[in-house]
């Protein structure tokens, strides 16, 4: 089977926002045991506080992923500085965790071989591990969610990696995919796979 001796990690961005998204993937999360990781932004974190403790408050790995969304690898190092500073103290003002690791928005700058200096440089400084994905769902993509078309997709990524045993999945925080969490959960347990803590 496709995950035969394989694991994923379950991973979300964008949020804490929209709430009832969330609300529904956490629940999601829970009655299937799983432990996922949710990159969030800071202005977010800073106008839905409550949402961001529900995250860690049921045992969830809280991460930065910048204040506003802005591509890191075109801003300045002072820009860059800023979004992850703003951000790193934000989450931990509001939950009590510090974040140990970066999602560039977008991916940019975050790739190995396409790795941003500014980037590398601040989250150095800031203890901030450098991590983007290995599955990208698209769930964000017209038709939204992770219906049959998006499920095709995530199959053949899967296969183009072959040797790779343990994948970070990307999804975001969004109706869509709340809707349809619960059955993508069942579909990876199905192909093999195991769904890892992160
Ligand atoms: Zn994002």
């Given at each position: 089977m496709l995950g035969d001796?394989?694991?994923?990690?379950?991973?979300?961005?964008?949020?804490?926002?929209?709430?009832?998204?969330?609300?529904?993937?956490?629940?999601?999360?829970?009655?299937n045991g799983i432990k996922a990781e949710f990159y969030v932004l800071g202005s977010e974190v800073e106008q839905y506080p409550d949402a961001a403790r529900m995250i860690v408050g049921q045992g969830h790995a809280i991460e930065n992923h910048s204040w506003s969304h802005e591509d890191l690898s075109s801003a300045v190092k002072q820009d860059v500085r800023w979004e992850?500073?703003?951000?790193?103290?934000?989450?931990?003002?509001?939950?009590?965790?510090?974040?140990?690791?970066?999602?560039?928005?977008?991916?940019?700058?975050?790739?190995?071989?396409?790795?941003?200096p500014e980037l590398i440089e601040v989250a150095r400084d800031l203890s901030l591990t450098i991590l983007t994905w290995d599955i990208d769902t698209e769930d964000w993509k017209a038709p939204k969610g992770l219906g049959p078309e998006k499920l095709r997709n995530i199959e053949t990524q899967f296969t183009q990696q072959?040797?790779?045993?343990?994948?970070?999945?990307?999804?975001?925080?969004?109706?869509?995919?709340?809707?349809?969490?619960?059955?993508?959960?069942?579909?990876?347990?199905?192909?093999?796979?195991?769904i890892a803590e992160p």
């Open positions: 001796g394989k694991s994923v990690v379950l991973s979300f961005d964008d949020g804490p926002a929209p709430v009832s998204a969330l609300e529904s993937i956490l629940e999601t999360l829970q009655e992850l500073e703003q951000t790193q103290n934000i989450i931990i003002a509001t939950t009590g965790v510090t974040p140990t690791r970066i999602r560039p928005p977008y991916g940019a700058g975050g790739f190995r071989g396409n790795l941003d072959p040797r790779k045993v343990s994948f970070n999945i990307l999804m975001h925080v969004q109706p869509a995919t709340a809707r349809d969490l619960s059955s993508f959960i069942s579909q990876l347990r199905e192909w093999g796979f195991v």
